[in-house]
Nanobody
Framework: QVQLVESGGGLVQAGGSLRLSCAASGRTISIYNMGWFRQTPGNERDFVAAITWSGGIADYADSVKGRFTISRDNAKNTVDLQMNSLKPEDMAVYYC???????????????????WGQGTQVIVSS
């Protein structure tokens, strides 16, 4: 079993940056593809970014391409999401998740991720 804990959320002005981190415990996540999703009230959880187990391939939602960067440190059992040029529409609860199947192409469907964190709130003021 893998436990995921997100951190780094908070309040930021539009145009600013935040770095989210996801720390895993229980077992190594170095063998899993990892993803970030986000959710706003009344809406489904949306794909943001994903990265392969090795870190060699990443994929992003069109809405965040060029602004967000996903990375991982398998030695530290962490996955980060660097968010730059934040917009009010980026405001959401952000979740990290682990895909045990190591799918390629990277999965953009939350249904294919087995483990989830509790989420961290990102608020972007305009």
């Amino acid at each position: 079993q893998v436990q995921l804990v997100e951190s780094g959320g908070g309040l930021v002005q539009a145009g600013g940056s935040l770095r989210l981190s996801c720390a895993a415990s229980g077992r190594t996540i170095s063998i899993y593809n990892m993803g970030w999703f986000r959710q706003t009230p009344g809406n489904e959880r949306d794909f943001v970014a994903a990265i392969t187990w090795s870190g060699g391939i990443a994929d992003y939602a069109d809405s965040v391409k060029g602004r967000f960067t996903i990375s991982r440190d398998n030695a530290k059992n962490t996955v980060d999401l660097q968010m730059n040029s934040l917009k009010p529409e980026d405001m959401a609860v952000y979740y990290c998740a682990a895909d045990r199947q190591r799918r390629l192409p990277l999965s953009k469907s939350g249904d294919q991720y087995s483990y989830w964190g509790q989420g961290t709130q990102v608020i972007v003021s305009s």
